[in-house]
Structure formats: structure tokens, C-alpha cells
């Protein structure tokens, strides 16, 4: 089945300790998204490609970066993982901009 | 900047009851207005994507309505299950096609 995949599905990182969260797609789709959702709140939106457009969020802390090497991959890279930082991070695909998402199963983000 | 409501935040509901989840946005200048599911700890999971040229959509047991020019839409579960039980998310745009903007959800417990 054609799905978005993230790895790994737990994540434990040190403070201060640079983390890297993957996510790859079998659907061939355009657009890949990175949302950042703490507990009892709403996804919140980090950046997203277009293709291999990037763009980026006014609000995204600069410690948080992304990667699209190819249309099936997309990294979360963030540099130095404060407690705040812990969180769901969901990475999620469409067709394009005006089509349906579809979300991968999500990593959880702990930070010692 | 889109805004995102929905109420209420909780609800508790035996089985087998028809309930209704609400959502209300600010920017009604949009192409689609997408629901979710997300079960506790898990991604989300797309139930109805409604383009802004259509009133609803179906699916099962869910009906999804959306009136753009009030900036509301609704969501219809039928004959509620306990396996319905999880977060319900309603999403839009930040405007046009840009990417979506999430209510907190609503949060459903169907009792046996």
C-alpha cells in the first residue's frame, strides 16, 4: 500500500544533543509537510517542499531545520533539543497544494 | 491569519447515538476544508476532504457538511460505536490553497 512512513516511532534525545526524525512516501506526491503537536494541542505547521521549494513558518525557531534530498524523503533535523522541543512531530504528504492530506504514523520526541 | 474552532472539545456519548462535532473557521477564502481522526499517541488519520465547490461529503457511518460563506462545518456520525472513540480534527487553509490550519479537536468517548 502506497503510505508515508516515519522513522522511528519513539525518539529519545539529550538536551542539547542534535536529532535527526526521517519520513519517506511511497505516493509520489509533491508536497511534504513537517507539524510539530504537543499534547492537547493543535498540529502546528513548521515548514513545508513543494517539490523542492521550501518553505519555512515566520514562528519555526531557527533550531529546527528540514531536508528534501529527492521528491520520496524529507528530514526533521533539529540542532539542539531543548524541553520544549518534546512533542509529536507528524510529516505529511499531498498531491498538491489544494489535495488531501496524508499523515504518517508520527515520532514522539523525548527530551532528557 | 485562519483561525480554527471547534466545539465542543469533549464529548461523552453512549453507544449507538447520532452526535454532531462543529467547527468554525475565520477566513471562509478556501479550497477545502479536510477532517481527521486521530486515535491517543497515533497520526492522523484522513475521514472526508470536502472541496470548496461541494456542500458535503459521506462515508460510512460520517457526513461532513461545509457552508464556506459562515465559515462552518459540521461533522455526522451515525449510530456511534466505542470504536469510535478519538480525537476528531477539522483543518483548512491559512487561505486559498495554502497549507492547513488545524482546530484543537474534539475529543469523543462513545460508551458500551
Known amino acids: 500500500d502506497a503510505m508515508v512512513i516515519q522513522n522511528p516511532r519513539y525518539q529519545v534525545t539529550q538536551f542539547g544533543k542534535p536529532v535527526t526524525l526521517s519520513c519517506s512516501q511511497t505516493?509520489?506526491?509533491?508536497?511534504m509537510y513537517w507539524y510539530q503537536q504537543k499534547s492537547s494541542q493543535a498540529p502546528k505547521l513548521l515548514f513545508h517542499?513543494?517539490?523542492?521549494?521550501?518553505?519555512n513558518e515566520a514562528d519555526t525557531p531557527d533550531n529546527f531545520q528540514s531536508r528534501r534530498p529527492n521528491t520520496s524523503f524529507c528530514f526533521l533535523d533539529i540542532r539542539s533539543p531543548g524541553l520544549g522541543d518534546a512533542a509529536m512531530y507528524l510529516c505529511?504528504?499531498?498531491?498538491?497544494?489544494?489535495?488531501?492530506?496524508?499523515f504518517g504514523s508520527g515520532t514522539r520526541l523525548t527530551v532528557v | 491569519k485562519q483561525e480554527v474552532t471547534q466545539i465542543p472539545a469533549a464529548l461523552s456519548v453512549p453507544e449507538g447515538e447520532n452526535l454532531v462535532l462543529n467547527c468554525s473557521f475565520t477566513?471562509?477564502?478556501?479550497?477545502?476544508l479536510q477532517w481527521f481522526r486521530q486515535d491517543p499517541g497515533k497520526g492522523l488519520t484522513s475521514l472526508l476532504l470536502?472541496?470548496?465547490?461541494?456542500r458535503e461529503q459521506t462515508s460510512g457511518r460520517l457526513n461532513a457538511s461545509l457552508d464556506k460563506s459562515s465559515g462552518r462545518s459540521t461533522l455526522y456520525i451515525a449510530a456511534s460505536q466505542p470504536g469510535d472513540s478519538a480525537t476528531y480534527l477539522c483543518?483548512?487553509?491559512?487561505?486559498?490553497?495554502?497549507?492547513?490550519?488545524f482546530g484543537k479537536g474534539t475529543r469523543l468517548s462513545v460508551i458500551a
Open positions: 483543518a483548512v487553509p491559512n487561505s486559498g490553497n495554502t497549507p492547513l490550519v
Open positions: 505516493l509520489n506526491h509533491n508536497v
Open positions: 517542499y513543494y517539490d523542492k521549494d521550501f518553505n
Open positions: 505529511a504528504t499531498s498531491r498538491d497544494r489544494s489535495s488531501g492530506y496524508t
Open positions: 470536502i472541496q470548496s465547490s461541494q
Open positions: 477566513d471562509s477564502a478556501i479550497y477545502n
